[in-house]
């Protein structure tokens, strides 16, 4: 390992004193970068990086058809639903909003509930019975909505106890009519419940 780096250690030395940056190649972590918009993203208004879902393989085949911004994906690519409806908004300059998104709403019945929840997972379990990595809720806030725009009820809770489990002041009867709830994310929420009483 020494002898590869002595190897080049006139050329990194070279690099880091310049005053000219080096040529940025753009890679998959740019995604992640903080530099990314002064740098390999720089010009760019809508990336690909914007995809949802974005994969590394997706990288290497609009790298290798030269396609940096969304715009510039042909609409016979080939992309996932939810990436193509991306594609078309920024392509036709307008939001999307599709057909079924009325039928959607029209099934909404009230009292209808929203619930938001925040979880941590430590490698060192904080509570009994929990294994390294466990999703423990940390906090949670329940809307319910009476009719459209009309927040009848708000429940929430940021206290523990010793047990590791959320106190009991307000969550049954908050989560007593959570059935027909939007929970976006039910499968980590079922595990969890327990938690919750």
Known sequence: MTNEFLTRCDDVERTILSSRKPKA???????????????????????????????????????????????????????????????????????????????????????????????????????????PYTQIPTQYSIHKCSKIGQVANHYECLAWTNSGRMKKDNNKTAMAGILPAFILNLFLLLPLAPLFF
């Open 25 to 131: 190649n753009l890679i998959f972590n740019c995604r992640g970068c903080d530099l990314f918009g002064d740098c390999t993203g720089k010009n760019d208004e809508h990336h690909i990086f914007e995809l949802p879902y974005f994969r590394e393989h997706q990288l290497t085949a609009f790298s290798e058809e030269g396609i940096i911004e969304v715009s510039e994906i042909p609409d016979d690519f080939g992309l996932p639903r939810n990436q193509e409806i991306v594609r078309r908004a920024v392509s036709e300059n307008q939001h999307i909003v599709e057909n079924s998104l009325e039928d959607s709403l029209d099934e909404i019945e009230f009292p209808a509930y929203y619930l938001d929840f925040e979880t941590v997972n430590t490698a060192l379990p904080l509570y009994p019975n929990t294994a």
